[in-house]
């Protein structure tokens, strides 16, 4: 099968304008991802279905990814004078990376048995119910696996046709599989708490009554 | 049971369409079976609107066994992972175990021992056998024959279930394989006990069909019924039985060849139709041809060790990065999709789950059938709910 780098090149020729940048995959057993923007992620993946060389008819894996803001520290050599004296001096650079979700698919050909090439669109932003483009239009194969995006990481993936929760209930608040999401309080009564579930069970005792 | 038309919930709303010839339609009626229901393998639901008998649409409605696997296992460590694999599809740990390690081995570039790709081969093919031989047991439940087919069929998985206790201390959540290797060694006694159950399997499986395979009733009761077209069959993810039941030719045992599949001589059965008989048949020849592999394995199995020893159990951090790993579960493909930030949980842990995707088409399969074939057709898809709701 074609690499990352043909593939994209050839992406690049039929889908005008589309933004298409592989991304790095420290594990070398793994494969490169492509990014594409959510503008043009339908176009790009209706002619990695169509095209008769990759004809990748077969999306097995969709799932989505929290990345949360997160502070990238990186060391830079700086010239610097100090008491006269220009010397190389190392400094840390601080960035905040803005928070974000993916999508990711994983898309195999059954026709012509090769695979997996890894397909990943990415929102703007971190807030409930951002949104994205879903690729059920292109495979069926993504229906219930995109519900399952929108119902655990709260991506709301535009062009669904029956984008509502699949795994919780219908009105269930947050998105369960987000990096911040806290679990609600269930306490239930212990006879012996301790550690983590004495402070816990503390916020439930009853106020001390003094006479 | 209510009439079409009380529930406000936008969800599962249901306008009844005047017929093309312009004659009504008579009342929908809309029914939910289950979610304690005989006939759905678990806590599963079917929202179906019925026009008399008739199926007019159907929506599946899961999630009761929902516990986020996901969730625990970012934050938990890889290895404390691998028991809670088990539960996913509870029938077959065996092969859950098999692809979380293959996923993580991926990962970290962990090599696996001869014997013990053999022992992973022997392990995973009798899980295929009694979990095919319980399927077949269920779906005839399903149609109505009560009791003795299930019974025939649990006798034989109880054999199989013996071996898998005797080597690895549980009948079902086995918890056997380690990434780089198995826990432990089989013994020659086991093997050997092995070589005798799969001897006998063939005659277990011709008289099983003899009862079943030309049965008048399941015959008349599965052919050209839950009809799955090829093209749908691709373009809707399925895999596993349904998929090469629909006549496309995809076993990750031939694509991927992973673990040692290439060293053995084994077909890929192939239905015509894509019918619930086709899918039954595909099951049991799938039975044979995983007989006749296990034999194989069973005869040029090596010694040696069974575990890498560069594969550490404790402290075990693979670098950043991320994998995907993927074998042919009985159910399906199962695939494990896993992102390392280089700390010693995952960043990000996803299962494939078989059963969730193939009950994609549920609906297609089931439209224009009567009720009483919706049952037939989903014992036909293979479902288990700890691996649909995770």
């Not at chain 2, 022992?119 to 056998?129: F, W």
């Amino acid at each position: 099968m074609e690499n990352p780098e043909q593939i994209k090149s050839r992406l690049e020729a039929a889908v005008p304008g589309a933004k298409i940048e592989i991304l790095p995959n420290d594990c070398p057993a793994g494969e490169r991802p492509l990014r594409v923007d959510t503008a043009h992620i339908l176009a790009v993946a209706k002619f990695l279905r169509d095209d008769p060389q990759l004809r990748l008819d077969f999306c097995s894996n969709v799932t989505g990814v929290d990345w949360p803001e997160t502070e990238l520290t990186e060391k830079i050599k700086v010239k610097r004078v100090v008491d006269g004296v220009e010397k190389e001096i190392e400094e840390v650079k601080k960035t905040v990376r803005p928070g974000f979700l993916e999508v990711v698919y994983h898309l195999y050909s059954m026709e012509l048995k090769h695979g997996p090439v890894v397909l990943r669109q990415r929102t703007a932003n971190r807030d409930a119910e951002t949104p994205a483009v879903s690729l059920t239009p292109v495979w069926r194969g993504c229906e219930f696996q995109e519900r399952e995006v929108f119902d655990l990481f709260g991506i709301r993936l535009e062009g669904h046709p029956d984008l509502r929760r699949i795994l919780m209930w219908d009105g269930f608040k947050g998105f369960p599989m987000r990096k911040d999401y806290v679990a609600p309080d269930d306490f239930e009564y212990e006879p012996t708490p301790h550690d983590e579930v004495l402070e816990q069970a503390k916020k439930h005792y009853p106020p001390e009554v003094t006479a | 049971m209510n009439a079409v038309g009380e529930r406000p919930s936008q969800n599962y709303e249901i306008l009844p369409k005047p017929s093309e010839t312009g004659e009504p339609l008579g009342e929908l009626l809309e029914v939910s079976m289950g979610p304690q229901h005989p006939s759905t393998h678990g806590v599963f639901r079917m929202d179906v609107v019925l026009d008399g008998e008739k199926v007019m649409k159907l929506k599946p409605v899961f999630g009761y066994l929902h516990r986020n696997h996901e969730k625990i296992a970012e934050n938990i460590s890889y290895l404390g992972s691998m028991p809670y694999t088990d539960r996913l599809d509870y029938f077959c740990s065996m092969t859950n175990n098999w692809a979380y390690a293959l996923s993580v081995e991926k990962l970290a570039g962990l090599a696996v021992p001869e014997r013990a790709e053999y022992i992973r081969v022997i392990m995973a093919e009798l899980t295929r056998l009694q979990n095919h031989t319980c399927l077949v047991g269920f779906f005839a439940q399903d149609m109505g024959a009560l009791g003795t087919p299930l019974m025939y069929a649990f006798r034989e998985r109880e054999k199989i279930l013996d071996l898998f206790e005797s080597v690895s201390g549980a009948r079902m959540m086995c918890n056997y394989l380690r990434f780089g290797g198995v826990r432990c060694d089989v013994t020659p006694e086991w093997l050997a006990q092995a070589g005798q159950l799969v001897d006998g399997y063939g005659r277990f499986l011709d008289e099983f069909e003899t009862l079943l395979s030309e049965n008048e009733i399941l015959l008349a009761r599965s052919q050209g019924v839950g009809v799955l077209p090829r093209e749908l069959a691709v373009n809707a993810s399925i895999t596993g039985p349904m998929l090469r039941a629909a006549g496309v030719n995809y076993d990750v045992r031939k694509v991927d060849r992973y673990g040692i599949y290439s060293r053995f001589d084994f077909k890929v059965p192939l239905g015509e139709h894509g019918d619930v008989y086709d899918r039954y048949m595909i099951r049991v020849l799938e039975m044979r041809e995983s007989v006749k592999i296990l034999k194989q394995a069973l005869r040029d199995i090596p010694s040696g060790p069974v575990m890498d020893p560069k594969a550490k159990l404790r402290g075990f951090r693979p670098k950043s990065g991320e994998a995907y790993g993927r074998i042919e579960a009985p159910k399906g493909e199962l695939g494990f999709y896993l992102i390392s930030d280089g700390t010693a949980n995952p960043y990000r842990y996803r299962v494939r789950p078989p059963s969730f995707i193939n009950l994609t088409i549920l609906e297609d399969m089931c439209l224009g059938h009567r009720i009483a074939d919706t049952v037939v057709i989903l014992g036909s898809v293979d479902i288990v709910l700890g691996e649909v709701d995770r």
